[in-house]
């Protein structure tokens, strides 16, 4: 029964290493709080990443598609695959974000001057406040 991997109990330490990264957190802080609402990614925009600035688009008033950093209104709390659907998505209206994430990284400024969101940019913790 030994040579069955099925049937083996390994002791910790011991046997295959499963390493996996953990996703993204867009959120930076929750201790000011802030808005998040579920809407739909409008089906051929592609893959919307954590973090990545979007904006209302589409027929109606829930629809989501990407922007620039410098146009966006909200921002994708979770990652979804629109490729060829309309997709689910939770979105970031207002709050403190981490602008280390990888759709934002480098964007700090740029959100800065987003009269839209009329934020404020931390750079010693790269947070954005909005």
């Not at 929750?30 to 998040?36: L, M």
Request: net charge neutral.
């Amino acid at each position: 029964m030994a040579e069955l991997e099925g049937n083996v109990l390994r002791p910790p330490g011991f046997g295959p290493t499963v390493t996996f990264d953990p996703p993204e957190e867009l959120l930076a802080s929750t201790g000011h709080g802030y808005v998040q609402k579920g809407g739909t990614v409008v089906a051929g925009q592609g893959i919307i990443r954590v973090g990545e600035p979007i904006i209302r688009g589409g027929t109606g008033n829930k629809y989501w598609v990407k922007s620039t950093p410098g146009a966006c209104t909200a921002f994708a709390r979770n990652a979804v695959d629109a490729t060829s659907e309309n997709k689910l998505i939770n979105v970031v209206l207002s709050g403190t974000i981490n602008v280390n994430t990888q759709a934002l990284t480098g964007q700090g400024a740029t959100l800065a001057g987003n009269a839209l969101l009329n934020g404020k940019y931390v750079a010693g913790f790269d947070y954005f406040i909005f």
